[in-house]
Every structure is written in structure tokens, then in C-alpha cells.
């Protein structure tokens, strides 16, 4: 099976079994799973939105990468009841002057914006906290394992993406 890891900013769409891999700190990953057909999507992205629309990098923000993995999706099956969707990341790694940074919990919030604003529904969501998460998502049954950066055999999650 095709193995492809995910760098911050990358994203992936695939129509062929494939496990997508990827470590999160206060970036969020959003894994969307078709379970009629199998195609499959993930994200890794660093900021919640661009500040100016002049700067966009389709990968890097939360509102422009998710969007478009849903569009490149929806091109080959655009019934949004099909797919099913799973949020990770957006920890609070970050420190700043004034304490732990916002920007996980930003990246989360708009995360599950653009899915709600697609009509496609979050089947499962392991989100902030302090600690980084290394996400394998195996597009073929639409499962994701989730573990704690630094936790070795220690599973954190173990979720699907059926329809229920």
C-alpha cells in the first residue's frame, strides 16, 4: 500500500487505498472519508485563515487547505451524507508572552467551520490539550490511529469514519 507523509501545509486526495500520515502540534489535520466509494482526503494545516487574501498559500491556512480538499472531493462524489470527517490537533504548544498561544484553538474552530458551512459531518475529534499527535489515517477503511507525540505503543484513539 502507497504510504505518503504530510509536512505542515501539505494536503492529499486519493482515490486509491493509501495510509496518510502526519504530526500535529497546535496545526490541525482534517481526514475526510468517503464510505461509498472510498476516495479519501487529509490536511495538515498551520494557521486558522490568511490576513490578507493577497497571501494565500492554498496549504498553509485552515479556511482555504479544508475547502479545498472538500472541493476536489466533491468533484468526484458531491453528496456530502457520503462523507465523514475527523479533526485532530490544534494543541497548545505554543507559549507566548502573554501564556499559551491561541492559535490551535483558532486552527479547530475553523476546522470545523468550513466542514459544518459543507454540510459534512465530524464523526470524531481529538483536539487540544498540551501535547502533539502523530495521525495515520488509512484511507481504505477510513480509520485514523492517533497517538500522543513521544508515546511509543501507547495508542491514544483508535476511530473510524462509518456511517452510524
Known sequence: M?????RPGEYCIVTEPTILETLVGSCVCVCLYNFRNG???????LRDRPAK????DTGEFGSTSTEHI???LMTIDDEPTHYRAMIFGGAAVLKTE????DIG??????ASKVLADAHIR???KE???RRGRRVTFETETGTVQCRFAGDVGKRSSDQGCQPQ
Open 53 to 56: 487574501d493577497s497571501q494565500v
Open 70 to 72: 472538500i472541493a476536489k
Open 105 to 110: 484553538t483558532k486552527n479547530i474552530d475553523m
Open 98 to 101: 502573554r501564556g499559551p498561544s
Open 2 to 6: 502507497i504510504r505518503k507523509y504530510l
Open 39 to 45: 476516495c479519501a482526503a487529509m490536511n495538515h494545516f
Open 127 to 129: 483536539v487540544g490539550g
Open 122 to 124: 465530524v464523526a470524531h
